[in-house]
């Protein structure tokens, strides 16, 4: 089994509202992944009481999730903490502190709103990164907290590029496939190449190809585009898993991954689909900024 690794999910979000979630022990265990990103995700329209009740829910479920006697058994998945959208916490260094304490190694300045650090990738370009979110920035990079530059905006993305010391965008489609305001364009694509950063392809196919059908060929054409930029030793997948109301056909939860990875095989060399099953986001989580 390769190494695999998937670097966005909702399963915090799910679990916090009761709600079905696709991401589990038995799905991570079907489809091999050794290591699940877990993104703490609250509505930015809730009133802010609310925000917090369910942030602090979800960090508990991620504490209960990572304790040892979860993880004793060896095909169990390890997990990473990540921020989806900071609105609610803003600049507020002791809520940051208080999260990198709880294990956060990655987190987003924005969802798709606008807020006192950032635009998300629904607001105009006139919009950008403030000081605050540069600040902000800069304290995470003193943390090792990489950042999440998947819901910023184009020109959020260029002027947060300048600043953080490791960039991801955890999940992801290819905008030349399809143009959507989430997905990267090509030139955005060589800059992470050039930073070294991390690109996480998701399952959605309304970001793959703008209806509510994919399968694994639409996968295939993303990869062969990202290769053919030169980001395949930096793409792996971000499923959004627990996030999206449809997948690629073979891919409603983890557990086919399995059967992705085997239909990539047989399109490009080995070396390539191990580095996007998982060997690319464990170097980058582990590489030292820039």
């Known amino acids: 089994m390769m190494f695999t690794a998937d670097t966005h999910c909702d399963v915090l979000w799910k679990a916090a509202e009761n709600a079905a979630s696709v991401v589990n022990v038995d799905t991570l265990r079907q489809g091999g992944v050794n290591l699940q990103n877990a993104a703490l995700f609250v509505p930015p329209s809730l009133p802010k009481n609310r925000q917090y009740a369910l942030l602090n829910k979800e960090l508990r479920i991620f504490q209960q999730m990572t304790q040892p006697e979860q993880n004793s058994n060896d095909q169990n998945p390890d997990y990473m903490l990540s921020l989806e959208g900071a609105s609610l916490i803003e600049d507020d260094l ?39 979110g540069k600040n902000i920035i800069e304290w995470m990079n003193h943390h090792a907290i990489v950042l999440d530059a998947a819901h910023l905006n184009e ?36 800059a992470l190449v050039h930073q070294e950063g991390f690109i996480g392809l998701t399952f959605y196919p309304y970001f793959i190809n703008g209806t509510d059908q994919a399968d694994f060929s639409d996968v295939g054409r993303q990869v062969e585009h990202l290769c053919s930029l030169g980001a395949d ?34 399109r490009f060399d080995e070396d390539t689909v191990k580095g996007i099953a998982g060997v690319n986001f464990n170097r980058f989580r582990h590489r030292r900024a820039l």
């Open 155 to 190: 020109q959020s993305f260029w002027q947060a590029l300048e600043y953080a010391g490791k960039t991801a965008v955890s999940h992801t489609n290819v905008r030349s496939l399809h143009d959507h305001p989430r997905n990267l364009t090509d030139e955005q694509i060589r």
């Open 233 to 266: 030793s930096i793409t792996g997948f971000g499923s959004d898993f627990d996030g999206i109301a449809k997948t690629v056909s073979g891919m409603e939860s983890p557990a086919g991954f399995p059967a992705l990875l085997e239909w990539l095989l047989q």
């Open 94 to 132: 002791k809520e940051w502190a208080r999260l990198k304490e709880a294990g956060l190694e990655m987190a987003g300045l924005t969802w798709n709103e606008k807020n006192q650090l950032a635009a998300g990738s629904e607001q105009s370009n006139k919009f950008g990164l403030t000081d605050k």
